[in-house]
């Protein structure tokens, strides 16, 4: 049964649309080309995430097991951050890059072990202390009745690091061969996974059975990069790693290892403060931050990863006015889009979190708590965004070190603001800041000053990364002027058709069903995205000039040509 089972996969495989597959494979050349087909990608892996936030508020509501779920899952994050990232894409991708098959096997090889073994070796310690850990973490979601399977999920989660770690090695021969689309295909498949762990094996186990279904999303999402390594005869296997050949990686990953781990530890650090707060804190303040995290993957993840290699190849060439023209050109874009994002989401904030996450234990005070929540942080989404982007322009350019000292003040101004904030009488700033997002007649509005504290402190990583790119893309900021104007001009004017078109369309239906919520926010989105586009064309915008014409030529199937920020014949990809 198996064999007819496996031989029944395989003709199905083989009947494939040719043209589908080749689509999907097939490298992709241009910087705004990559960059759309990537945002398309994450659009539907941000749409299962949505769909599985859907159904973890529909499910528990903001209350204390969602807590549980979203605080064990900060220790595999940190855990990855520090540690599977030692053996960084970043540093691998520059190595492999005109390297022949066999030395490229090598290398994967050796790096792929040594990563299971140091990896597996700190996972197994701290599975071992996890109790100790998150009673020290998580006084209050330790003594919980649901304490036993609080431990058990975080141990099965210490697999996904080590999985993501090996997916980042893989991945790097999948970028450098710009193969784009099954890049970006993994998320998708990897949020696949959680929702079949929350759909199918929570009823049955419990909270251990979401991390079971995480678990499978990272194998998935490791095993994408397979056909790729097949193809290019590099399927790494276990090799004893060589000092003289690992010692040069992890020396040059350690900064960015560092820099990931202080982003890492700064959430942890926020979850840790929020679960003090009160019961739903931590659910309301990372469902919040999964909102603010779609337009930032489609805005500034799609642009830092499609120019990177770009970049890559700039730096090590000399370049320095390519480069400078690269980095300038991607965060443009950002911060134009990102503006337009700031401006809809303030409007539409209530429609957004109703559609996606208002239902079952949801309530309308976690709602509006939420919406909220989602304002303060997508103020800071522009900083979010272009942080992507010149943290891989300091790589590029060989200034390691700094994305670490920025991310560990940012950080560390971060925290220290979070606790000055909360320490403040309740009747100040606070009381000013529920009061202006509407929420001041709702308890545990105190979380709203930790999105604020994030906020700020995303805002002066943005101002030390421009101040480090100063003499490395020369002309830069003053570049970045235009956009900004331009991006604030059409963001008001689509905040102010969309808000007008709210109060037109609120007398026609009661927001009382999830089909009326979302057609009226949808109409709005789509009259204040018209309007954006009207403003942009009126000012002469070059950026949507350039997204006009890329995307008209991606609906009519024809190639972006080179000369759009020509990348050079040896770009490689990002990891």
């Not at 279904?213 to 999402?221: P, R, S, T």
Request: charged share 10%; glycine share 8%; with cysteine.
């Amino acid at each position: 049964m198996v064999r007819q089972t496996l031989k029944r996969i395989t003709t199905q495989i083989r009947v494939l649309p040719t043209v589908a597959y080749e689509r999907i494979t097939a490298p992709v050349q241009g910087l705004h080309q990559a960059a759309y087909v990537l945002a398309a990608l994450t659009l539907a892996s941000q749409a299962l995430a949505l769909l599985r936030d859907r159904t973890f508020a529909h499910t528990f509501g903001a209350g204390q097991t969602l807590d549980i779920y979203y605080a064990a899952f900060r220790i595999p994050d940190l855990v990855f951050a520090v540690v599977a990232s030692l053996v960084s894409a970043y540093v691998i991708i520059p190595r492999i890059t005109g390297m022949d098959k066999e030395e490229t096997r090598r290398l994967l090889s050796e790096s792929a072990t040594f990563l299971f073994g140091v990896g597996g070796l700190v996972c197994l310690a701290l599975a071992f202390f996890m109790p100790q850990f998150l009673a020290f973490l998580y006084p209050d979601l330790a003594a919980s009745p649901a304490q036993g399977e609080f431990i058990m999920l975080a141990r099965i989660l210490l697999l996904q690091p080590i999985l993501l770690g090996l997916s980042g090695i893989l991945g790097s021969v999948t970028q450098v061969n710009r193969r784009f689309a099954l890049f970006a295909l993994s998320p998708v498949l990897y949020n696949l996974g959680i929702i079949l762990g929350t759909v199918y094996l929570y009823p049955r186990f419990g909270l251990p059975g979401i991390g079971a279904g995480v678990v499978i999303g990272a194998l998935a999402y490791l095993m994408v990069n397979i056909p790729v390594l097949i193809e290019g005869g590099v399927v790494p296997v276990l090799r004893f790693p060589r000092l003289s050949r690992m010692l040069p990686i992890v020396r040059d990953s350690v900064p960015r290892s560092l820099a990931l781990g202080m982003n890492s530890i700064t959430a942890l650090a926020l979850t840790a403060i929020a679960s003090r707060i009160g019961t739903g804190s931590v659910s309301v303040f990372t469902l919040a931050g999964n909102l603010e995290a779609v337009p930032l993957a489609l805005i500034g993840s799609s642009y830092a990863i499609a120019a990177f290699p770009a970049l890559s190849a700039a730096s090590a060439l000399e370049k320095r006015g390519e480069f400078t023209h690269i980095l300038s050109a991607s965060a443009r874009h950002i911060i134009l889009w990102s503006l337009i994002a700031l401006g809809l989401i303030t409007v539409l904030r209530a429609h957004v979190v109703r559609v996606i996450l208002g239902t079952g234990a949801f309530d309308w005070d976690a709602t509006r708590l939420t919406a909220a929540l989602l304002v303060v942080l997508a103020v800071g989404l522009v900083a979010d965004a272009l942080k992507l982007l010149f943290s891989r322009a300091l790589y590029a350019a060989r200034q390691s070190w700094r994305p670490f000292l920025y991310q560990l003040a940012a950080g560390g101004l971060t925290v220290f603001l979070a606790l000055q904030f909360l320490a403040m009488p309740q009747g100040g700033m606070p009381a000013a800041l529920a009061s202006l997002l509407r929420v001041g007649d709702i308890s545990e509005t105190s979380i709203l000053l930790l999105a604020f504290a994030s906020t700020i402190g995303q805002l002066f990583l943005l101002v030390l990364s421009l101040v480090a790119l100063r003499n490395i893309a020369p002309g830069l900021s003053r570049s970045l002027v235009r956009p900004c104007i331009d991006g604030s001009v059409a963001a008001i004017a689509g905040a102010a058709a969309a808000y007008t078109s709210l109060a037109l369309l609120g007398g026609i239906a009661p927001l009382t069903t999830l089909v009326s919520v979302f057609a009226q926010g949808f109409t709005a989105g789509v009259v204040g995205l018209v309007a954006c586009a009207v403003a942009l064309y009126l000012m002469g915008n070059e950026e949507f000039a350039v997204i006009t014409r890329v995307v008209g030529k991606l609906l009519r199937g024809r190639k972006e040509p080179s000369q759009i920020l020509s990348p050079s014949a040896e770009e490689p990809i990002r990891p």
